[in-house]
């Protein structure tokens, strides 16, 4: 089922949006947020954040906001393959979490998911009929909490993990090392998770990815826009029951 659809057609309150997150890392982890839950798995429209939102939101969703915690979505213009997008347009506000949120955490720059939440919270108080996306880096490198890859991040908002996949892809790290700080890092987001479901309880919740992320798949390293593989496009559609 293609994901874009269910946006458009599944009546939801609260969109949350993984940044990069596999479907089947997500699968063997979501039952750490302690609710009941109902998992599909659905494909995404792309397979980079960009691509992905440019054919994803291709009209407006009314009496929504949108808070961001991903670089490439805030207000202002972009472009995507000539393309030019205004996420502003498609949304009542865009909240740009990204900009404020980056931080240093354990000597590694990242949009910390605690701004994000307390950022999507106070959206939720000034506009309180209307529906959020909240949109978490994580797990999307950089990896914090993995300090011993710290060398491997920079202090630059759109391309923090380059030297994280040179490494992989010249065997400097293995697949295993790397894909353990990915899991920790989703282990991480998925706390903050837990807790904005707990502030939303009566309200429709959906969690779901932007697009997955590669460790060597297919010759594959992140998630390069453009390509059709699995572990890309397979992303979650977890309805939350509480």
């Known amino acids: 089922m293609l994901q874009k659809s269910l946006i458009y057609s599944f009546e939801w309150d609260i969109l949350i949006i993984l940044d990069a997150c596999r479907y ?28 992905w939102f440019i054919n994803t939101f291709t009209r407006r969703i009314p009496n929504c906001i949108y808070v961001s915690g991903n670089p490439y979505i805030g207000n202002y213009r972009n472009k995507f393959n000539n ?57 999307h490198a950089p990896y914090p909490l993995s300090t011993e890859l710290r060398k491997y991040f920079i202090n630059e908002k759109t391309r923090p993990d380059f030297k994280l996949w040179k490494a992989l892809k010249s065997g400097e790290l293995s697949p295993e090392k790397v894909k353990k700080a990915y899991e920790k890092n989703l282990k991480w987001v998925l706390t903050h998770v837990k807790r904005l479901i707990r502030c939303f309880k009566g309200k429709k919740i959906i969690i779901t990815s932007d697009h997955g992320e590669c460790f060597g798949e297919h010759g594959l390293y992140g998630h390069p826009c453009g390509a059709r593989v699995q572990e890309l496009i397979n992303v979650p559609w977890c309805i939350i029951k509480i």
């Open 24 to 51: 089947d890392f997500f699968k063997d982890n979501i039952q750490s947020i302690g609710y009941n839950y109902k998992l599909m798995k659905v494909v995404s429209s792309g397979s980079c954040t960009m691509e």
């Open 83 to 139: 393309i030019e997008y205004y996420p502003s347009k498609l949304f009542s506000v865009v909240k740009d979490a990204y900009l404020e949120g980056w931080k240093d955490i354990n000597g590694i720059y990242t949009v910390d998911p605690e701004y994000v939440l307390k950022m999507a919270l106070l959206m939720s108080m000034f506009y309180k009929e209307y529906k959020l996306i909240i949109h978490f880096l994580q797990p």
